[in-house]
């Protein structure tokens, strides 16, 4: 045992105890910092004296020789992060969804006295007015006004649910950019990363900052995260690098779509929008790279699901089928009460009640014949009897037509509504479930992660009392030495 | 379970913000009186409601045709009521002029007398209410009589419907034929004639003929009071229609208030529980115990 192995241990003791006070230090400092991770410096015991060898010297037992810091980890459980970017994605999906049907049932305004339904009672009630009173041409005024209401009324929802429409197009863009640049991102800090794990080092806040856009990531698309190993000279607790690829709802990646690999290449994502189907522009697909693929869950196809899609080559969406119900509505409505109001004696004398200006918009563009709006005395409101036929046009309402599926004008809206409060209800529940489970989650992997300020504050205490320790135990050696040194050997001087 | 800071400010703002939302729906729900202000608040409800409030629509309008019926029928019952009283007169003065203690002066000043009394027949005839003429079928804006008591070419006996009930219409005028029949004013000029004349028999065989014109117009009378009387019970079943198709709306989306306010209170109470706790558990932590 050499004389001044003791001073050594006491310094390596400082140095220990005084690294895992800057690294409480650190941790204090990012308490509030998004994403970081709590880090702890790992002490472990020095080889042991003497170590067992040939020319090893003969003593009692082997005597320890101090601290050393083997690492400093960051303290993360990565089963609770996939658990996590789960349910992040579909929390995403579910938060896009609830969003989009919550501005359809404040734009549709029902039930309540200003909505479509309100104009159709209203147009009824003028109709009926005037089968009582079919002469007059005050009433006559009326029946043109309401109806011109009703058309109003068609024409804004319809033009309303396009400008929602068009944000919901720059939202997927932006979501879509979102992931690209997320994606460049990423794979720069893997390309970091790798230049720096072989060499020995663990770089803790890289991986926080990496793991943090992945956690970004998987909200806006559904993803699977693998890990791979940086180099063979890496150290074999160290992260490495990631490679991400699209999941499945299942969870499984999808085959060639990968967004980031460890090679350092990217492949990035883009909507495909169409016109070709049908009056309304869909999405068609999300490309990654060159080749068209599924998506499952995230705010992205949430958005995709509120703007329209095809699906199986049919167009679907929550905001094209409201317009094409909408649109179905109105023809089917306007075609019958043209119907009823011309008789047989299209085009000699009248003129149709409701024109469409656009077939493919028929929502859009309904309004009441100008002939009418300029002379609403021209309307003619009885046929054989007194006011029949302007009874006759107010029962349109309650008519069965084959063009809304055997169901009336009334209940056809009334369906609309119920099928979107379901919707609506639905999304807002998996909204509510699905993200009680990611707090859930979110809440366990704090628990593990994030940073207690008790805890740093002990630990000082526990690291400051140990650095004050160390130095003692220095002083002492040095006496020991000074007394070795300076005393010894000095007997009755 | 390790708990820290991070986590207890996260769950308490959490708590507080699904606390707020309580309260918001608690508070729209006092401040609306409705149960639900959207459709996924209650699909089921929204949906009632839109047809309730059709319902509603429904009965009040019909309430409105029903006020038009009542101005038809009322007007067309006074308007035979005066016809009656006039015929009357008119029968009185023929029993009069039928005396032989009436001398030629005094029988001309009696066909003078009956004469207005024509005329005041062929106004009633023309009654025009709210602008339409009331015993002209559903010719209403054209006159079914000149001033002499001639057809004009104008003339209708079609029904004027009314629809007072879904499906059901009513018939809401008097067929002109049924009163001024063609044979009306004739009878009433010819009666005119032969009070000018001193013909006893003349003047006491048009009294006969006088009294089929008062059977008549009574007779539709009657007709129109039988469809009064089915008009009453049709608004009786509307306004009882009424208030259970309001109530039915109301206990479909109005809220107790007793309800909505004590839970708006309760959710008061936690709210402020909530923030108390919150702000005595987060604000210690050992710095403050350290010196």
Known sequence: MSTFHGLEMAKQALFAQQSALYTTGHNISNANTEGYTRQRVNFETMPAYPSASRNRPEMPGQFGTGVDIAAVDRLRDKFLDMQYRTENSKAGFWEAKAAALDRLERLMNEPSESGLSQSMKQFWQSLQDLSTNPDNSGAKSVVAQRGQALADAFNYTADSLESIRDDLKAEINHHADKVNSLVRSINRINEQIKQIEPHGYIPNDLYDDRDRMIDELSEIVNIRVDHVKSGDSSPDHADGLVTITLADEHGKPIDGATLVDAEGHIQEIDVDFSTAHGAYEVVTGVRVGEDTFEMSQGSLKGNIEAYGYLQDGQVTGIYTNMLNDL?????????????????????????????????????????????????????????????????????????????????????????????????????????????VLRSQVDEQRMS???????????????????????????TAIDEMIDRLINNMGLVGR | MRVTQGMLSNNLLHNLSKSYANLDQYLNQVSTGKKINRPSDDPVIAMKGISYRRQVTEVEQFQRNINEVHNWMDNSDAALDKATKALQKLRELAVQASNDTYTGEERENIQKEAQQLKDHLVDIANTKVNDKYVFNGTATDHRPFDDEGNRTSAFNTDDVMIEVAKGTELKVNVTPDDVFSEAFFDRIDEMIDVLGSDDQEAIEASIDQLDANINSTINARADLGARMNRIELI????????????????NNEDIDYAKAITNLITQESLHRAALAAGARIVQPTLVDFLR
């Open chain 2, 235 to 250: 608004e009786n079943r509307l306004s009882t229609q009424e208030i259970v198709a309001k109530e039915t709306m109301s």
């Open chain 1, 327 to 435: 649109d179905q509505m109105t023809t089917a409505f306007t075609e019958a009460f043209n119907r009823v109001y011309l008789g047989e004696d299209e085009g000699a004398n009248r003129v149709p009640f409701f024109e469409i200006g656009d077939a493919n918009r028929p929502a859009a563009t309904v309004r009441v014949h100008a002939t009418i709006i300029d002379a609403p005395e021209t309307i003619i409101a009885s046929q054989d009897g007194y006011g029949d036929l302007a009874s006759r046009l107010a029962d349109v309402f309650d008519e069965e037509l084959a063009d809304l599926d055997d169901t009336s004008t009334h209940k056809f809206f009334e369906s609309l509504i119920g099928r979107l409060g379901v919707d609506a209800q639905e999304a807002n529940t998996m909204k509510n479930n699905t993200d």
């Open chain 1, 448 to 474: 593990v992660s994030s940073v207690s300020l008790d805890e740093e504050m002990t630990n000082m205490i526990k690291f400051q009392h140990a650095y004050s320790a160390a130095a003692r135990s220095m």
